[in-house]
C-alpha cells in the first residue's frame, strides 16, 4: 500500500479506501457509533475508509506536480471541494463524485502543528451556489462531462478573500463532519510538531449520495 499511495516524497500517505472498515463502518468488529453518528444515521453502504497520513516535512512537491501545483500545495493547503475530479491536458475540472458528507476520525495523538485539516467558514454557501450556477440548469447526465474549471476557481478565490480559514486540530475520540461543498485541505507540518512515528492519521469517510442531483445539489 505503501509503494501505491505514499506520495510528496513520502510525506503523504493518500490511501484511498486503505482501511478494512465495514459497510457499516466498524473496524475489527468495533462499531461505528458517537455524536456524528447520531447526526448522520446509520448506513450500510460505507466505503472502505481512506486513510490520510502526514509526516514531518509534509508538503514536498507530489510526483508530476509543477511548481505552481505545489505552490498551491504549500501556500493554500491544497484547498478543494471533494468531488470535482481533474482530466484531461491541461488538466479540467468536473463534478464526478457526489457525497452526502465527509466524516472525519483522527486515530493518533500530535502536537497542534501536525498538519491539521484546515477549512473555510462559510465557504459551502458560496462554492454550492457555484455549482448550482454551473449545473443547476442541466440534466444530471451532463454533470460529469460538464467543465466548471473556472466557475469552480472564481468560487474558491472568493472564498480565499472572505472566508476565514480555520485549522481544526483533533485527537482520538473526536469526528469532524463536514458538509460536501465545504472548501477544505491540509496545513503544512509545523517545525517543533510532535508526533508518533504513525504520523497525523485521520479515517475519512465520504459516500456517495443516494440523492437525485437536483436533490443534492440545493441541500440544505
Known amino acids: 500500500m505503501k509503494e501505491q499511495w505514499l506520495q510528496c516524497e513520502g510525506t503523504w500517505f493518500v490511501g484511498v479506501d486503505a482501511l478494512p472498515s465495514t459497510p457499516n463502518g466498524a473496524?475489527?468488529?468495533?462499531?461505528?457509533?458517537?455524536?456524528?453518528?447520531?447526526r448522520i444515521g446509520a448506513r450500510e453502504d460505507l466505503h472502505p475508509a481512506q486513510l490520510?497520513?502526514?509526516?514531518?516535512?509534509?508538503?514536498?512537491?507530489?510526483?508530476?506536480?509543477?511548481?505552481?501545483?505545489?505552490?498551491y500545495r504549500r501556500n493554500r493547503d491544497a484547498a478543494h471541494m471533494d468531488g470535482l475530479l481533474a482530466d484531461g491536458m491541461p488538466k479540467?475540472?468536473?463534478?464526478?463524485?457526489?457525497h452526502d458528507w465527509i466524516l472525519g476520525l483522527p486515530l493518533t495523538e500530535t502536537s497542534v502543528g501536525a498538519s491539521p485539516l484546515v477549512v473555510w467558514e462559510g465557504s459551502h454557501h458560496?462554492?454550492?451556489?457555484?455549482?448550482?450556477?454551473?449545473?443547476?440548469?442541466?440534466?444530471?447526465?451532463?454533470?460529469?462531462?460538464?467543465?466548471?474549471?473556472?466557475?469552480?476557481?472564481?468560487?474558491r478565490n472568493t472564498v480565499f478573500k472572505t472566508c476565514r480559514r480555520i485549522p481544526l486540530?483533533?485527537?482520538?475520540g473526536e469526528a469532524v463532519l463536514l458538509n460536501p461543498f465545504l472548501l477544505h485541505g491540509v496545513a503544512p507540518w509545523e517545525a517543533g510538531t510532535?508526533?508518533?512515528?504513525?504520523?497525523?492519521?485521520?479515517?475519512?469517510?465520504?459516500?456517495?449520495?443516494?440523492?437525485s442531483g437536483a436533490v443534492w445539489?440545493?441541500?440544505?
Open 27 to 38: 473496524v475489527g468488529g468495533v462499531p461505528l457509533q458517537g455524536p456524528a453518528l447520531e
Open 217 to 220: 445539489i440545493r441541500q440544505k
Open 92 to 98: 479540467r475540472r468536473f463534478l464526478r463524485e457526489r
Open 52 to 71: 490520510s497520513i502526514t509526516y514531518p516535512g509534509y508538503p514536498r512537491p507530489r510526483a508530476g506536480e509543477n511548481e505552481a501545483a505545489f505552490r
Open 194 to 211: 510532535t508526533a508518533s512515528l504513525d504520523g497525523r492519521m485521520v479515517a475519512y469517510l465520504r459516500p456517495e449520495s443516494r440523492e
Open 126 to 155: 458560496i462554492l454550492q451556489g457555484a455549482m448550482i450556477d454551473a449545473l443547476g440548469n442541466l440534466p444530471e447526465a451532463l454533470w460529469p462531462e460538464t467543465d466548471i474549471t473556472d466557475v469552480y476557481q472564481t468560487a
Open 169 to 172: 486540530f483533533t485527537r482520538p
